[in-house]
């Protein structure tokens, strides 16, 4: 089963689980069950029109919009293709193998100061504890590794050869993000249903 497949089932489940949800809540709180709300009642429905972007706008939301863009660039750059290559043991073109060693060295460089800003005596990631979890370097990793391999699969680009003008870098940061809809899809409804669990109960 194909993961698009995956998906659709997934929120044709979710779909279905909100339907029975409403039902649900609007049966349960008519029988007077305390602290059980109707979605369909008047308060229910001014709670789901003014508070639906609220539920769908959390840092999932950001993240997963950022691993987006960091994926189409490590596919659109042709890294994917030279990574799957090395790791087949097949030969390298010359350019391949230059961006390629550009991408480390840029990896090696960002891993590097990541740690200075983690190791370092009063260290500005960590909280004022010291502490890495919860810290502000935990609350960031996930921006920090998409914007990582956002800037080395551009640092191959540049050197293989595979970003020669602005438009086939800005292509790079959406290429594969139609791949993606569906992912996101399946967030904004299982966040919705989540909400309304929340409303609901």
Same mark, same amino acid.
């Given at each position: 089963?194909? #993961?698009?497949?995956?998906?659709?089932?997934?929120?044709?489940?979710?779909?279905? %689980?909100?339907? #029975?949800?409403?039902?649900?809540?609007?049966?349960?709180? %008519?029988?007077?069950?305390?602290?059980?709300?109707?979605?369909?009642?008047?308060? +229910?429905?001014?709670?789901?029109?003014?508070?639906?972007?609220?539920?769908?706008?959390? !840092?999932?939301?950001?993240?997963?919009?950022?691993?987006?863009?960091?994926?189409?660039?490590?596919?659109?750059?042709?890294?994917?293709? %030279?990574?799957?290559? $090395? =790791?087949?043991?097949?030969? =390298?073109?010359?350019?391949?193998?230059?961006?390629?060693?550009?991408?480390?060295? $840029? #990896? /090696?460089?960002?891993? /590097?100061? @990541?740690?200075?800003?983690?190791? @370092? !005596?009063?260290?500005?990631?960590?909280?004022?504890?010291?502490?890495? &979890?919860?810290?502000?370097?935990?609350?960031?990793?996930?921006?920090?590794? /998409?914007?990582?391999?956002?800037? &080395?699969? &551009? /640092?191959?680009?540049?050197?293989? +050869?595979?970003?020669?003008?602005?438009?086939?870098?800005?292509?790079?940061?959406?290429?594969?993000? !139609? @791949?993606?809809? !569906?992912?996101?899809?399946?967030?904004?409804?299982?966040?919705?249903?989540?909400?309304?669990?929340?409303?609901?109960?």
């Amino acid at each position: 089963m194909t #993961l698009k497949r995956t998906i659709t089932i997934a929120c044709v489940a979710i779909l279905i %689980a909100n339907l #029975l949800l409403v039902l649900l809540s609007w049966i349960v709180s %008519a029988t007077g069950v305390a602290g059980v709300r109707s979605l369909i009642s008047s308060e +229910g429905l001014r709670w789901f029109l003014s508070r639906y972007i609220d539920n769908i706008s959390t !840092p999932l939301l950001a993240w997963l919009l950022l691993l987006a863009i960091a994926y189409s660039c490590y596919e659109g750059s042709g890294l994917s293709m %030279a990574v799957s290559r $090395v =790791l087949k043991g097949e030969k =390298l073109e010359f350019k391949q193998r230059l961006g390629i060693r550009v991408a480390l060295i $840029v #990896l /090696a460089v960002v891993i /590097a100061v @990541t740690l200075l800003l983690l190791l @370092t !005596p009063h260290a500005v990631l960590l909280s004022p504890s010291g502490d890495v &979890f919860p810290s502000p370097f935990s609350r960031s990793i996930v921006p920090i590794v /998409a914007g990582a391999v956002t800037l &080395f699969s &551009f /640092a191959y680009g540049l050197a293989g +050869g595979t970003i020669n003008n602005i438009d086939t870098a800005f292509n790079m940061l959406y290429c594969k993000i !139609p @791949t993606l809809l !569906p992912v996101l899809i399946l967030y904004i409804f299982a966040a919705q249903l989540y909400a309304c669990l929340c409303f609901v109960f």
